[in-house]
Nanobody
Framework: QVQFVESGGGLVQPGGSLRLSCAASGSIFGIANMGWHRQAPGKQREFVAFISSGGSTTYADSVKGRFTVSRDSETTVFLQMNSLKPEDTAVYYC?????????WGQGTQITVSS
């Protein structure tokens, strides 16, 4: 069983910045592969960013150069979001992959609007 604590969501104006954090706990072994997906209203959940246990990162084309995923421990990751656009509005979900299983956080709302 894996539990998550996500924080950092909210309302921001276009061009602004936010930083999401995700702390996982529970039955986790070693450095976890973790990342973020998002789901906008009426759309399917989509990949945003990933950081491997070795520190390699991957981003969706739509956020490259604006978002940065990082970690400060085996099971805590961050998503720094800069130059936010209205189309970034969504619920952002942290996830962890371990032993072929994927575990999801509860999600945090990001709204980009003037």
């Amino acid at each position: 069983q894996v539990q998550f604590v996500e924080s950092g969501g909210g309302l921001v104006q276009p061009g602004g910045s936010l930083r999401l954090s995700c702390a996982a706990s529970g039955s986790i072994f070693g450095i976890a592969n973790m990342g973020w997906h998002r789901q906008a209203p009426g759309k399917q959940r989509e990949f945003v960013a990933f950081i491997s246990s070795g520190g390699s990162t991957t981003y969706a084309d739509s956020v490259k150069g604006r978002f940065t995923v990082s970690r400060d421990s085996e099971t805590t990751v961050f998503l720094q979001m800069n130059s936010l656009k209205p189309e970034d509005t969504a619920v952002y979900y942290c996830y962890l992959i371990q032993s072929g299983n994927i575990y999801w956080g509860q999600g945090t709302q990001i709204t980009v609007s003037s």
